[in-house]
Nanobody, 130 residues
């Protein structure tokens, strides 16, 4: 069982930045695909970004983004600290949501469906004010 703990949410301004962090309780963090999802009130859980796991025949350097955040958000990971980050730049009011960290025992392909991730954090709120 992997436990995920997010931090770093809060109130941001339009055009501003926030950084989210998620730390995992596993000694094999590098073998997990790590992703961020978000859920606005009344909406489903939406894929935001993901970072590929390391594997025997793939680099572990691939990242993927939803079109709505591409060029504004950056996912990164520090395998030595068991932590994945999401940098949110150029914030928009529509970025307001509860942001979740998720983990999946990884392969070369990065899944985008929420039902493909068995491990979830408790969520951290991001509110963007105009």
């Amino acid at each position: 069982q992997v436990q995920l703990v997010e931090s770093g949410g809060g109130l941001g301004q339009v055009g501003g930045s926030l950084r989210l962090s998620c730390t995992a309780s596993t000694r094999t963090f590098n073998t997990y695909t790590m992703a961020w999802f978000r859920q606005a009130p009344g909406a489903g859980r939406e894929f935001v970004a993901a970072s590929q796991s390391s594997g025997p025949s793939w680099s572990g350097l691939t990242t993927e983004y939803a079109d709505s955040v591409k060029g504004r958000f950056t996912i990164s990971r520090d395998n030595a600290k068991n932590t994945v980050y999401l940098m949110l730049d150029s914030l928009k009011p529509e970025d307001t949501a509860l942001y979740y960290c998720a983990a999946d025992r990884g392969g070369p392909t990065i899944p985008r469906g929420a039902n493909e991730y068995p491990y979830w954090g408790q969520g951290t709120q991001v509110t963007v004010s105009s």
